[in-house]
């Protein structure tokens, strides 16, 4: 199975909003609602952004939000601060095997 | 609050095994499953694997690259998760992180992770 496609780098100025794609296929991201986003700092344990494509886990903050069109998913970050300045990856569930795959990871830089 | 603590990383040989352990607390640990991912140096995260509460049998799944070398087990009455991991190889150098399941059966929860060099 191979892992979904990210951009391997995006950057924005504080303040501004950015957007990371996920691509699959139809037996992943395309076939369920089971996409999840996650925050990677170094040292720390990752931190779940986004699942089920767009809910929001209580305590993250609402500039995190999540979407889907097809065998596409996006993470889109609002009003960008320098403590978003992380690794971000998705995942999806891979139809009818019972595994999950992840992306490649996106490192946002937050200039 | 939800912790996961990982443990028994270390350096081991080619062909050698490994037995890492996650203990858990802060939640009720047998209404979830629970699963093992992977980050290798420089690359990005990797799911190993997954095991279900006894609800589900215990069942267990694997990804295809540790597939009948790796092995995950849970001890409910020590709100504990292991993985025993056999004839390793280079590319399994990693950390290994612990990660809860929601009732969705998505990860929601990691722990901090714990490295496993395997070379001669």
């Known amino acids: 199975q191979s892992a979904l496609t990210q951009p391997a780098a995006v950057s924005g100025s504080p303040g501004q909003s950015i957007t990371i794609s996920c691509t699959g296929t139809s037996r992943d991201v395309g076939a369920y609602n089971f996409v999840s986003w996650f925050q990677l700092h170094p040292g720390k344990a990752p931190k779940l952004l986004i699942s089920d494509v767009s809910e929001r886990p209580s305590g993250v903050s609402n500039r995190f939000s999540g979407s889907k069109s097809g065998n596409t998913a996006s993470l889109t970050i609002s009003g960008l601060q320098a403590d978003d300045e992380a690794d971000y990856y998705c995942c999806s569930y891979v139809d009818s095997t019972n595994i999950w795959v992840f992306g490649g990871g996106t490192k946002l830089t937050v200039l | 609050e939800v912790q996961l603590v990982e443990s028994g990383g270390s350096l081991v040989q080619p062909g050698g095994s490994l037995r890492l352990s996650c203990a858990a607390s802060?939640?009720?640990?047998?209404?979830?499953?629970m699963d093992w991912v992977r980050q290798a140096p420089g690359k990005g995260l990797e799911w190993v694997g997954r095991?279900?509460?006894?609800?589900?049998?215990?069942?267990?799944e694997y990804a295809a690259a540790v597939k009948g070398r790796f092995t995950i087990s849970r001890d409910d009455s020590q709100n504990s998760l292991f993985l025993q991991m056999n004839s390793l190889k280079a590319e399994d150098t990693a950390v290994y992180y612990c990660?809860?399941?929601?009732?969705?059966?998505?990860?929601?929860?990691w722990g901090q992770g714990t490295r496993v060099i395997v070379s001669s």
């Open positions: 095991i279900r509460n006894s609800g589900s049998g215990y069942a267990t």
């Open positions: 990660a809860r399941d929601s009732k969705s059966h998505e990860i929601d929860y």
């Open positions: 802060g939640f009720i640990f047998t209404d979830h499953y």
